[in-house]
């Protein structure tokens, strides 16, 4: 074996980790070819019981012949030196060395405030000068222990601003672990940290991670538990049967004795099933491993926000590292989300009067150990069905009538007011149809017992889907109204990265109306509209018309359930979208011209990828298009990897991962010329965009 395949050897993770823990505490290493030698002190001996000389290798062969430590994955030598790294832990705190670049001026710092952080109803002025301060970081990572039949650990991590909790943007942590430390501490003033708040708000996205993850663990082993409960309950009932066989023809004594022995196979059933479902019950528990505490270079920008004759003052910071704002949090409730200049003070969208209230905080100290719901099986129905008998908020207090429309009938309504006519149409039949299930959103609730008869399940899955129905013809009421007299709740309600909440980012409180094609000043005053029957693994679909200015103006909302109220996540000029395709439906509606090169101009300048899409694709595919890659773009716009391409060359690949899942049959080929870059380079940064979108059928953008 040659040299460089030795040195490949002492890389392997685990021999390279025992390594640098035996030099550590004092023991002296010396490669030799496929093995290392090592020379141990006296605490390494008596720790873990070794001899003062030994000889470690990852060769099977050459730990067979020779009679060296194995010293691979799972050998107890590893678990026990990690286990003695992971309860001391590492904590500290570092201080960032001052960048030698002249940070960017007052003035400068303002323009650019003015631009990247919207404020609605509000002006932002200066309220002094940029001063340089020191801002603390919170960089905390845990070992995640997964318990899903078979034990087994994960690192997670997360980067938190000391002061607000809120996540750092992702190039500032790729800055942050490059960056060089200072001895001491600098002579320039820091900001004092909110260590209880960031603490507590990294804890609950760590374990909000986690959870995430043994959904997915729990959701692939379901079918080995129900296989193991298959073979379980076939083989005592097989049992069962064999007694009760011998039972019929036996002599009453024998009769006695069988029963008994018949009862306790069903004991030993019940008790054996029950310990199957233990072993498959998914859980999982945290121990925090690394908390380091960083100082890190910044300029403290003093603002006020005005609104009129009234001011709000409030500081942004500009992170030095990444050369980019902090998000600023909600004065009133902490939430990173757009700020409102009301009336009386600065607050969030949730925070204004009338809003549902602020959004709730995390719990600090959540459970040590975890265990959701075992994930359901095929023939589970939806979650929300669960909640079909307790109506909740304004979407549950209608009559009863409001939610017996079968799915699928027709309902009209005035704009304004909107009074829904309901038509009666027969219930469709549970006869032959395949039992659909619902995608199940986040907070959402639970999941249904199982129904075991299947007439009883047809009924049940019957009723949801009024349920369902009887939900999106009034969400289509109720959205349309809201849209007219500028409520916020559609848009609050919307997901961060959804096409809803772009639209309205581009087109303030008409985007809903511009992405039917609806121009500035033209308003609906009828509708007509039906709910699709749910189907497995999508959005609801609500579509329908609306009728403007002598026009009939196509619509779709795709929307689920957050907590029993409607969320819609995408407005389509189509009412037939049912599936996110709209391409197969017939591209150009009545307001054709209007979604294409008639479309209105953003209200907010776009950044370059965006503005390639925009220039390219408006003309050449639509708006709707556009949008759904302007909101893909937006999960992803700040990752470190796609800075290696160019704008037109990401904005090519967005719109031909994009297209292709909405329908569009554009080859790779036909899109770099029409962007008018490299072939080659498009399908390198469609590679890296995927990887980091995760597109598929079920998510579009």
């Given at each position: 074996?040659?040299?460089?395949?030795?040195?490949?050897?002492?890389?392997?993770?685990?021999?390279?980790?025992?390594?640098?823990y035996?030099?550590?505490?004092?023991?002296?290493?010396?490669?030799?070819?496929?093995?290392?030698?090592?020379?141990?002190?006296?605490?390494l001996?008596?720790?873990?019981?070794?001899?003062?000389?030994?000889?470690?290798?990852?060769?099977?062969?050459?730990?067979?012949?020779?009679?060296?430590?194995?010293?691979?994955?799972?050998?107890?030598?590893?678990?026990?030196?990690?286990?003695?790294?992971?309860?001391?832990?590492?904590?500290?705190?570092?201080?960032?060395?001052?960048?030698?670049?002249?940070?960017?001026?007052?003035?400068?710092?303002?323009?650019?405030?003015?631009?990247?952080?919207?404020i609605?109803?509000?002006?932002?002025?200066?309220?002094?000068?940029?001063?340089?301060?020191?801002?603390?970081?919170?960089?905390?990572?845990?070992?995640?222990?997964?318990?899903?039949?078979?034990?087994?650990?994960?690192?997670?991590?997360?980067?938190?601003?000391?002061?607000?909790g809120?996540?750092?943007?992702?190039?500032?942590?790729?800055?942050?672990?490059?960056?060089a430390?200072?001895?001491?501490?600098?002579?320039?003033?820091?900001?004092?940290?909110?260590?209880?708040?960031?603490?507590?708000?990294?804890?609950?996205?760590?374990?909000?991670?986690?959870?995430?993850?043994?959904?997915?663990?729990?959701?692939?082993?379901?079918?080995?538990?129900?296989?193991?409960?298959?073979?379980?309950?076939?083989?005592?009932?097989?049992?069962?049967?064999?007694?009760?066989?011998?039972?019929?023809?036996?002599?009453?004594e024998?009769?006695?004795?069988?029963?008994?022995?018949?009862?306790?196979?069903?004991?030993?059933?019940?008790?054996?099933?029950?310990?199957?479902?233990?072993?498959?019950?998914?859980?999982?528990e945290?121990r925090?491993?690394?908390?380091?505490?960083?100082?890190?270079?910044?300029?403290?920008?003093?603002v006020?926000?005005?609104?009129?004759?009234r001011?709000?003052?409030?500081a942004?910071?500009?992170w030095?590292?990444?050369?980019e704002?902090?998000?600023?949090?909600?004065?009133?409730?902490?939430?990173?989300?757009?700020?409102?200049?009301?009336?009386?003070?600065?607050?969030?969208?949730?925070?204004?009067?009338?809003?549902?209230?602020?959004?709730?905080?995390?719990a600090?100290?959540?459970?040590?150990?975890?265990?959701?719901?075992?994930?359901?099986?095929?023939?589970?129905?939806p979650?929300?069905?669960?909640?079909?008998?307790?109506p909740?908020?304004?979407?549950?207090?209608?009559?009863?009538?409001?939610?017996?429309?079968?799915?699928?009938?027709?309902?009209?309504?005035?704009?304004?007011?909107?009074?829904?006519s309901?038509?009666?149409?027969?219930?469709?039949t549970?006869?032959?149809?395949?039992?659909?299930?619902?995608?199940?959103?986040?907070?959402?609730?639970?999941?249904?017992p199982?129904v075991?008869?299947?007439?009883?399940?047809?009924?049940?899955?019957?009723?949801?889907?009024?349920?369902?129905?009887?939900?999106?013809?009034?969400?289509?009421?109720?959205?349309?109204?809201?849209?007219?007299?500028?409520?916020?709740?559609?848009r609050?309600?919307?997901?961060?990265?959804?096409?809803?909440?772009?639209?309205?980012?581009?087109?303030?409180?008409?985007?809903?109306?511009?992405?039917?094609?609806?121009?500035?000043?033209?308003?609906?005053?009828e509708?007509?509209f039906?709910?699709?029957?749910?189907?497995?693994?999508?959005?609801h679909?609500?579509?329908?018309?609306?009728?403007?200015?002598?026009?009939?103006?196509?619509?779709?909302?795709?929307?689920?359930?957050?907590?029993?109220?409607?969320?819609?996540?995408?407005?389509?000029?189509?009412?037939?979208?049912?599936?996110?395709?709209?391409a197969?439906?017939?591209?150009?509606?009545?307001?054709?011209?209007?979604?294409?090169?008639?479309?209105?101009?953003?209200?907010?300048?776009?950044?370059?990828?965006?503005?390639?899409?925009?220039?390219?694709?408006?003309?050449?595919?639509?708006l709707?298009?556009?949008?759904?890659?302007?909101?893909?773009?937006s999960?992803?716009?700040?990752?470190?990897?796609?800075?290696?391409?160019?704008?037109?060359?990401?904005?090519?690949?967005?719109?031909?991962?994009?297209?292709?899942?909405a329908?569009?049959?554009?080859?790779?080929?036909?899109?770099a010329?029409?962007?008018?870059?490299?072939?080659?380079?498009?399908?390198?940064?469609?590679?890296?965009?995927?990887?980091?979108?995760?597109?598929?059928?079920?998510?579009?953008?």
């Open positions: 074996m040659t040299e460089g395949s030795a040195s490949d050897r002492n890389r392997e993770p685990g021999l390279r980790f025992w390594l640098h035996a030099e550590r505490e004092g023991a002296l290493t010396e490669e030799a070819g496929d093995r290392s030698l090592m020379v141990l002190p006296q605490s001996q008596e720790r873990f019981g070794l001899g003062e000389t030994m000889v470690v290798t990852t060769d099977p062969d050459l730990a067979r012949e020779d009679g060296a430590v194995l010293l691979i994955p799972g050998h107890p030598l590893l678990d026990a030196a990690a286990g003695r790294v992971l309860d001391e832990g590492d904590a500290g705190a570092v201080w960032l060395a001052w960048p030698v670049k002249p940070p960017p001026a007052t003035a400068d710092l303002l323009a650019k405030a003015r631009d990247q952080i919207g609605e109803h509000g002006r932002i002025d200066p309220g002094g000068e940029a001063l340089p301060r020191y801002a603390p970081v919170l960089r905390v990572g845990v070992q995640v222990t997964y318990f899903v039949r078979d034990r087994f650990y994960e690192r997670e991590e997360v980067w938190v601003d000391g002061c607000t809120l996540a750092l943007p992702p190039r500032l942590e790729q800055h942050l672990i490059t960056l430390h200072v001895e001491g501490r600098p002579q320039r003033l820091a900001v004092d940290p909110d260590l209880e708040l960031a603490l507590g708000r990294a804890h609950a996205r760590l374990t909000a991670r986690a959870s995430a993850r043994l959904a997915i663990l729990a959701s692939d082993s379901a079918s080995a538990r129900e296989d193991e409960l298959k073979l379980a309950a076939a083989y005592y009932e097989a049992a069962l049967d064999s007694i009760a066989e011998r039972a019929r023809g036996a002599l009453p024998r009769q006695r004795l069988l029963g008994a022995q018949a009862e306790i196979t069903r004991g030993e059933r019940a008790r054996r099933l029950e310990e199957i479902r233990e072993v498959f019950q998914p859980a999982y945290v925090p491993v690394r908390l380091h505490l960083l100082w890190v270079p910044t300029m403290h920008l003093p006020v926000v005005r609104r009129g004759e001011e709000f003052p409030c942004l910071r500009w030095l590292p990444a050369a704002f902090a998000p600023l949090p909600c004065p009133n409730c902490g939430a990173c989300a757009p700020l409102v200049a009301a009336r009386d003070r600065l607050v969030c969208e949730s925070c204004l009067p009338g809003s549902p209230g602020p959004r709730a905080v995390a600090v100290e959540p459970p040590t150990s975890v265990q959701p719901p075992v994930a359901p099986a095929e023939n589970e129905l979650a929300e069905t669960k909640a079909a008998a307790q909740e908020l304004p979407w549950e207090a209608e009559t009863a009538s409001d939610h017996q429309a079968p799915p699928g009938s027709n309902q009209s309504a005035a704009l304004p007011p909107f009074r829904s309901r038509q009666s149409a027969p219930p469709p549970a006869a032959g149809r395949r039992v659909a299930v619902s995608p199940t959103p986040a907070g959402s609730g639970g999941v249904l199982r075991h008869d299947q007439a009883e399940q047809f009924r049940e899955h019957e009723r949801w889907c009024q349920r369902i129905s009887g939900i999106g013809n009034k969400l289509a009421v109720d959205f349309w109204q809201a849209v007219i007299s500028h409520d916020s709740w559609p609050k309600r919307a997901e961060a990265h959804s096409p809803l909440r772009l639209l309205y980012q581009l087109y303030g409180e008409g985007g809903p109306l511009r992405a039917v094609g609806m121009l500035p000043g033209v308003l609906p005053t509708s007509h039906a709910t699709e029957e749910p189907e497995q693994g999508r959005l679909f609500t579509g329908g018309g609306l009728k403007a200015g002598g026009s009939v103006y196509s619509f779709g909302l795709r929307w689920h359930l957050v907590a029993g109220k409607p969320a819609v996540e995408e407005v389509l000029p189509y009412a037939d979208a049912v599936d996110g395709r709209f197969s439906s017939g591209w150009l509606p009545t307001a054709g011209p209007q979604l294409h090169e008639w479309a209105p101009k953003p209200r907010s300048p776009l950044d370059p990828v965006g503005m390639a899409v925009w220039n390219v694709d408006l003309s050449e595919v639509g709707p298009l556009v949008i759904r890659c302007l909101a893909a773009w999960r992803v716009a700040y990752e470190p990897a796609l800075e290696q391409f160019t704008p037109a060359a990401t904005g090519a690949a967005l719109a031909s991962l994009v297209g292709r899942r329908g569009f049959n554009r080859t790779r080929v036909e899109v010329d029409d962007y008018g870059v490299d072939l080659e380079e498009v399908k390198a940064a469609a590679r890296s965009l995927q990887g980091l979108l995760q597109l598929s059928a079920t998510r579009l953008w």
